[in-house]
Each structure stands twice: as C-alpha cells, then as structure tokens.
C-alpha cells in the first residue's frame, strides 16, 4: 500500500497555525484554572484551614498540566487534521511553551487571570506552526 500523498506546504502551515493557537489557548486556560485553585489554597490556608491540598501542590500540578496539555493538544490537533510526522512541531512547541511559561510565569503568579506576555504567546504560536514545515523522511523513501 502506498503512503499517502504529502500534503502541500501552505495548508500544512495553515492548518499548523490553527492548532498551534488552539494548543496555546489551551495550556494557558489549563495554567490559569489550576492556579486560581493554587490561589484559593493559599487563602483557605491563611485562614486556617486544615492541610489537605497545600497550595504548592496546586502550584505544581498548575505546572504539569499545561507541560502534558500542550503536546496533547498539539498532536491530537494535527492527527485530526489529516496530518503525519508531527514529532518535529510536538517538541518544538512544548519547548517554546516551556520557555515562555518559564519567563513569564512571575508575571501570572501573582494575580489570577492573567495573561502571559502576548509577545511570548505570538511566539509560541509561529515557532510551533514554523516546525511544522520540517518532516523527516520516511524509511521507505
């Protein structure tokens, strides 16, 4: 059976492009969700709540959500879309993700509901869509 056609460079890059956001609005909606409950941790605590879920906890989980929820996305994303050999744009997003969460995640720790810096996100999305482009050959070819 033959491998299927591969699919021209600007739909691939389109279709990368609307994923890549989607992908970003949702680690950033997964990071904002949970560390709102990292925020509501830290109140109940100041109040003197009993321990149970400590607010590093949520904190953490915050963070390890949107590290899985980013190359989910991503992945899914293009599988959906008809794509192929998206190992490239899976790493390359979830490391820009990672980058830019690391730079700016002193700015959204400190108050609910805020966004990363949309340079950052902008970034994020046109790295990801960039890597799209690079496919490595299959064995049979």
């Given amino acids: 059976m033959a491998p299927p056609p591969r699919t021209a460079t600007a739909p691939r890059l389109l279709k990368a492009l609307i994923v890549s956001l989607i992908a970003v609005a949702a680690a950033h909606l997964v990071l904002s969700d949970t560390l709102r409950l990292s925020f ?8 003197g709540a009993a321990p149970g879920y400590s607010a590093d906890q949520a904190f953490t989980n915050a963070l390890i959500n949107t590290f899985l929820a980013m190359p989910f996305v ?9 794509e192929r050999r998206v190992g490239p744009m899976v790493l390359v ?3 820009a993700w990672v980058v830019a969460l690391g730079n700016g995640i002193d700015l959204i720790d400190d108050a609910p509901g805020t966004l990363l810096p949309l340079r950052s996100l902008v970034l994020v999305v046109g790295l990801t869509a960039l890597a799209s482009l690079v496919r490595r050959r299959s064995p049979a070819s």
Avoid: P
């Avoid at 509501?40 to 109040?47: C, G, P, T, Y």
């Avoid at 991503?74 to 008809?82: C, H, P, Y």
């Fill in 93 to 95: 997003g979830t490391v």
């Fill in 40 to 47: 509501s941790s830290q109140a109940a605590a100041a109040l």
């Fill in 74 to 82: 991503l992945w899914a994303g293009m599988r959906i879309s008809g």
